[in-house]
């Protein structure tokens, strides 16, 4: 059964640092998504891309957060100068149609130091 | 209260039996959607419920909507010891496609 991959699955960085994460959505989706969940708390949506485009976005991506899709394949998160409260479980999502399910990766954990 | 949020927060139920989970919205829902979490893992899509359905069936699970009352309720029948996990209710709204994730369930399912 296809699904979503993410790498890597644990990033540790200082702060300041930049840091990408990584994506493969599944081949056949054209919605795109991520999200994230800090410890202990709600999975919060922070950006939706289609067509190539950022089609929605939360008040936490702000200009430290970029989103790519370099090739066909894969989908990327950017954060330019990391914060110690960017440290979060990072969720990558896809689905074939807007505003339907949604599959999600298993995470990226970052830990900004 | 937030776009989803969901009561109980904790349930602990032995196997076998029924555990029901509610989830109260605020605003209104193009669809609703139930996601379970195992600890430390990723979420995974268990039913979809639209906002003209009453009532969806997904083998041992059973959800309803009510859209004047601006709730959910998810029912899992004859529990297992795998299904416990952590359960969410996430809502689409307007003409978007972002999910709006509840404060989830945290179920325990005791042999």
């Known amino acids: 059964e296809p699904e979503v991959t993410q790498t890597p699955s644990h990033q540790v960085t200082q702060m300041g640092q930049e840091v990408i994460l990584r994506c493969v959505p599944i081949?056949?989706?054209?919605?795109f998504y991520w999200y994230r969940q800090i410890l202990g708390q709600k999975v919060e949506f922070l950006v939706s891309f289609y067509n190539n485009e950022i089609s929605e976005k939360s008040e936490i991506f702000d200009d430290q957060f970029s989103v790519e899709r370099p090739d066909g394949s894969n989908f990327t998160l950017k954060i330019r100068s990391t914060k110690l409260e960017d440290s979060a479980m990072y969720f990558c999502?896809?689905?074939?149609?807007?505003?339907?399910?949604?599959?999600f990766g298993p995470g990226t954990r970052l830990t900004v130091l | 209260s937030q776009q989803g949020e969901e009561d109980p927060q904790a349930l602990s139920i032995q196997e076998g039996e029924n555990a029901t989970m509610n989830c109260s919205y605020k605003t209104s829902i193009n669809n609703l959607q139930w996601y379970r979490q195992n600890s430390g893992r990723g979420l995974v899509h268990l039913i979809l419920?639209?906002?003209?359905?009453r009532e969806k069936h997904s083998g041992r699970l059973r959800v309803t909507l009510d859209t004047s009352k601006k709730s959910s309720s998810l029912l899992i029948t004859a529990s297992r010891a795998a299904d416990t996990a952590s359960y969410f209710c996430?809502?689409?709204?307007?003409?978007?496609?972002?999910?709006?994730f509840g404060t989830g369930t945290q179920l325990k399912v005791e042999l």
């Open positions: 419920i639209r906002s003209n359905e």
């Open positions: 999502a896809s689905g074939t149609s807007g505003g339907g399910e949604q599959f």
């Open positions: 996430a809502s689409i709204t307007g003409g978007g496609n972002k999910l709006t």
């Open positions: 081949s056949n989706h054209l919605y």
